[in-house]
């Protein structure tokens, strides 16, 4: 398993599903733990990491937010660098429009030099 898959918390048998991912991003998974895979898009994802650029992409892709099942693991992925890179994201803004949708971020990693991810749960969930 790669130290990216581990950050994410992808686990033995799990399915990944990736929105927007940049060019190449899924080969740096690789290799995942046993029996874990990336699919498309469907109901049910153990684990679902969504790519956003900015705000606009953002309110499209909610609707892929649904896609990972109760208790599952959602990420939410931005550019770093706000503005000076070219988007109207960060972390508070990103927080800001999920507690929209009941969703309440719980923990920060870094993805890579260019992306930042943020872990979301349901607001219900947080704190059990």
């Known amino acids: 398993m790669t130290p990216l898959a581990r950050k994410l918390l992808v686990k033995p048998g799990q399915r990944l599903g990736l929105v927007n991912p ?6 740096r998974l690789l290799p ?3 029996g874990a ?13 969504v790519f956003v650029q900015d705000r606009a992409a953002l309110d499209r892709e909610t609707a892929a937010l649904r896609s990972v099942r109760d208790g599952g693991i959602l990420w939410v992925c931005y ?3 706000g503005r000076k890179a070219g988007t109207d994201l960060n972390r508070d803004l ?3 429009a999920l507690g929209a ?3 309440t971020g ?3 990693v870094s993805v890579d030099d260019t992306w930042s991810a943020m872990r979301f749960r349901p607001t219900a969930d947080v704190g059990t």
Do not use: R
Not at 22 to 27: L, Q
């Open 32 to 34: 995942l733990p046993d």
């Open 106 to 108: 719980v923990t920060l």
């Open 94 to 96: 990103l927080w800001e």
């Open 22 to 27: 940049p060019p190449g991003y899924a080969e």
């Open 37 to 49: 895979e990336i699919v498309d898009l469907q109901p049910g994802l153990d684990v679902l990491q």
């Open 79 to 81: 550019p770093k660098g």
């Open 101 to 103: 949708v009941g969703l």
